[in-house]
């Protein structure tokens, strides 16, 4: 049986924003108690580490607590989370807010922190549809528009697994990881230029050069939240690999060698196999 332990309400009561964090909500109530947001976590839940474990997974011993401190429902209190994130999703959701939507954030003091603003498959507001921005630079433009319309149905192909858990031949998280590996490059560059040739250069030929015009260093596979004005062209490639089938898983590797290419067999084996056993499903139905 759950023992759940009572908690007081707070006297004052904060109104929540659409998809707001809950580490923000607390962080607003914190702000107005003048106290830490962990304090104010830790009023209700003691064996809580941080603000961060908080957001991406909770009981339901610890969503009644909170609920009960907040006034509000159970429920409620999910949604504010990522506990209902596909696993396979969970190294794509930021640590901090690396976008901002200037139509669902205009005239909110203080500025509330949404769900969306460290969903890293994002290119786009998941509550009015608007293009986000950076939100260290809301002026940098993407560096790969020509891939837009790709790059939303890659967008669309990773948020369906991520919140809505589903399964296709592919996940497209995994994929991900499949492009951010390292590819080899002929002639061989020079060792500090090694980090800049990934598969996903394969198949968004301009990567390579845009990495090395603008940047110093790129996401790895464990690590795999792109800056925003770069993300389309990983989303794009997401959407082009899950498109194209394994033709197109059975033609990458060749682009990796040694460590890098046993890991990528290792890694899109569940693939191959998921699709064989599709077309026999639909082959099986055709008799």
């Known amino acids: ?7 007081r309400r707070l006297p004052v009561i904060l109104p929540s924003v659409t998809d707001e964090l809950l580490s923000s909500w607390t962080g607003r109530h914190a702000s107005f108690y003048e106290v830490s947001p962990l304090i104010t976590l830790r009023h209700c839940i003691p064996e809580i ?31 504010m989370t990522f506990t209902d994130i596909a696993q396979a999703s969970r190294r794509l959701i930021a640590a901090r807010p690396t976008q901002v939507c200037v139509n669902c954030s205009a005239g909110l003091e203080p500025v509330p922190v949404l769900r969306g603003q460290l969903q890293g498959w994002r ?11 950076d939100v260290d630079d809301h002026e940098r433009a993407s560096l790969f528009r020509q891939y837009l319309d790709t790059a939303l149905h890659g967008e669309k192909l990773l948020d369906d697994e991520a ?41 968004i030929p301009e990567l390579d050069h845009v990495l090395a015009e603008s940047c110093t260093s790129f996401p790895t596979p464990q690590n795999p939240v792109l800056p925003l004005h770069l993300r389309a062209a990983l989303l ?6 899950h498109s194209s089938g394994v033709e197109m898983l059975h033609m990458l590797p060749r682009s990796t060698l040694g460590l890098h290419r046993r890991r990528f067999d290792r890694e899109a084996m569940p693939f191959f196999v998921s699709a064989s056993r599709m077309k026999h499903s639909t082959q099986m139905q055709l008799i």
Do not use: Y
């Not at 941080?50 to 999910?78: G, H, V, W």
């Not at 794009?236 to 690999?241: F, K, R, S």
């Open 1 to 7: 049986m759950m023992h759940v332990v009572a908690t």
């Open 49 to 79: 580490r941080s603000l961060r474990s908080a957001d991406l997974d909770l009981t339901n011993d610890q969503e009644i607590r909170l609920a009960n401190m907040f006034a509000t429902k159970p429920p409620a209190i999910r949604q």
């Open 123 to 133: 290119i786009t507001c998941p509550l009015c549809g608007n293009q986000f921005r």
């Open 163 to 203: 919140r809505r858990g589903v399964k296709t031949w592919a996940s497209p998280a995994g994929i991900v990881h499949l492009l951010l590996m390292r590819r080899i490059e002929l002639p061989f560059p020079a060792e500090e230029e090694l980090w800049r040739f990934r598969v996903l250069g394969k198949i």
């Open 236 to 241: 794009a490639g997401v959407a082009m690999v």
